[in-house]
């Protein structure tokens, strides 16, 4: 009975990077993210993925390996490998997974993983240009809470650009900030100072609140589960609660899979103000 039962509808990373199961469609289910830029302007580059947490960098980031693997480069999704809590483990995984698109892994590729900085940068350039075509590869991220982020970050997006124009490849890399926007800021002026590396930011906006409505009437309007509606001081109320707080799609997903349920709990035709007020006092709750 409640249109809202289950999760928000995320996007698994393609596993067969190949065989994408997403149409192009697909990702447009909310207009806050940029349009692609060329494949020409970014071959050879880093795209770095920036923007609120919620609001869709994987989504996308996924249209890009897509849209991008459709043009004739070779998509490789490694998202699915992280979130990783050190950069030096993620820096290891991705040199292996890259090594294995020429063949079977063996000791000596396990050992050549656990170098330092300088080497680890040297066998990404190498596996890049032996890996037997022009590659869009999407980065597994870094938790938002790691403390030696900040720290490696910057040389570390430096390091798969070189690999990148090398190769004529593209990386997709996801940055998740700690503080947004100013770890944001801190990073893009740090990464500015190189003039020799090509990396083109992406900032996914916010969902807007008239988006986050449209999103809302959608999945009531396309559920077969109409029993319950919502009563009209509850809808104007929720508009108002999306220009006010900082939902991005999940959460709001979340928060009318609640009020639903506390209607059909009573239970009650109509979600009302009674079944919506605990829920906005506990987002007041959760953002203090």
Not at 55 to 70: F, N
Request: proline share 7%; glycine share 8%.
């Amino acid at each position: 009975m409640n249109p809202f039962a289950g999760g928000f509808d995320g996007m698994e990373p393609c596993w067969n990077s190949e065989s994408c199961p997403y149409s192009a469609h697909d990702f447009l289910l909310f207009d806050n993210a940029p349009e692609p830029p060329p494949l020409e302007q970014v071959r050879g580059s880093v795209l770095l993925l920036a923007g609120s947490s919620g609001h869709g960098k994987s989504v996308y980031g996924h249209r890009l390996l897509h849209e991008y693997g459709a043009q004739g480069m070779k998509p490789f999704d490694l998202l699915g490998e992280g979130p990783f809590q050190q950069c030096l483990a993620r820096r290891r995984q991705v040199l292996l997974k890259l090594r294995s698109k020429n063949g079977p892994l063996d000791e000596e590729d396990m050992a050549n993983a656990q170098v330092d900085d300088a080497g680890w940068a040297a066998k990404l350039r190498n596996v890049m240009c032996g890996a037997g075509g022009e590659l869009v590869v999407r980065l597994p991220c870094i938790m938002q809470d790691t403390s030696d982020v900040e720290a490696r970050i910057g040389w570390e997006i430096l390091q798969y650009g070189m690999a990148a124009q090398r190769s004529k490849s593209v990386f997709i890399y996801e940055y998740n900030a700690r503080a947004w926007p100013g770890d944001w800021e801190k990073l893009r002026k740090e990464i500015e100072l190189s003039r020799d590396v090509k990396v083109r930011s992406c900032v996914v906006d916010p969902v807007t609140p008239n988006e986050l409505w449209t999103y809302v009437k959608g999945v009531m309007d396309s559920s077969p589960h109409k029993q319950i509606t919502l009563d009209t001081d509850v809808a104007e109320w929720l508009k108002y609660i999306f220009g006010q707080c900082s939902l991005h799609p999940q959460s709001v997903h979340g928060l009318m899979r609640r009020i639903f349920n506390n209607a059909i709990a009573e239970p009650s035709p109509k979600v009302t103000l009674n079944h919506l007020m605990p829920e906005v006092i506990r987002i007041g709750g959760e953002a203090a």
